[in-house]
């Protein structure tokens, strides 16, 4: 069985300051990792995906994740905030592609001026 | 622009009707079409994997006699859902995978449902 655990639900920074979403998930094969951010009548948009390449992956609008297999997380970050980033982040897990996705239950970004 | 057009975006019905949701893809032919529910405060949760022109492979615990989905077409499914009661209110995602996109999958904006 495959889970995600994402570890806050609200996270607030001021606008230029770093960000950092936390997720830690649980799998059974080699995972396949995704963060996805929500937009307020959006649909879901990819940031982001780890399939076994480089653990250092390089995301859209400046954000980037880590796989830490020992640590067994994904954190989601960005060094500087912008206040177009406030929105819904999910961390998902699969062990087949787009297959069977596995969500987290979200973070919501909050960003101040 | 938006490459899945999922309609309605809202809906509010009385219970024991019957609500349908389409999704669309709008610039690629779909293998494969998934269905999420998306209950308040909490993650998405796969109800239903659909191949065109063969029927829709349910997750456990999911009615497939309820939540009817048809995709008779490459560009087209939709879900229905029979007999709404208010448990049944919650928001309803779908998602496209499809032949060239370079294995990106992409989302429907959603449609908000309301049982009465």
């Known amino acids: 069985a495959q889970s995600v655990t994402q570890l806050d639900s609200h996270v607030s920074v001021s606008e230029g300051t770093p960000v950092l979403l936390r997720c830690n998930y649980s799998s059974s094969y080699s995972p396949s990792l995704f963060w996805y951010v929500q937009h307020p009548n959006k649909g879901l948009q990819l940031l982001l995906k780890y399939t076994s390449a480089a653990t250092l992956v390089k995301g859209i609008n400046g954000f980037e ?32 592609g787009f297959q069977k996705l596995v969500f987290g239950t979200g973070t919501r970004l909050l960003v101040s001026p | 622009g938006a490459v899945v057009s999922q309609h309605p975006s809202r809906v509010i019905c009385k219970s024991g009707t019957s609500v349908k949701i389409e999704c669309r893809s709008l610039d690629f032919q779909a293998t494969t079409m998934f269905w999420y529910r998306q209950f308040p405060k909490k ?60 294995e990106k999958l992409f989302f429907g904006s959603g449609t908000q449902l309301s049982v009465l």
């Open chain 1, 65 to 96: 994740a880590e796989f830490k297999k020992s640590e067994t997380s994904f954190h989601l970050t960005k060094p500087s905030a912008h206040m177009s980033d406030a929105a819904e982040y999910f961390c998902v897990v699969s062990s087949t």
């Open chain 2, 43 to 102: 993650s998405l949760m796969l109800m239903a994997t659909s191949n065109e022109g063969s029927k829709a492979t349910y997750e456990q615990g999911v009615e497939k006699d309820k939540f009817l989905i048809n995709h008779a077409s490459l560009t087209l499914s939709t879900l229905t859902v029979t007999s709404a009661h208010p448990e049944d209110s919650s928001f309803y995602i779908c998602s496209v995978l499809g032949f060239a996109t370079n």
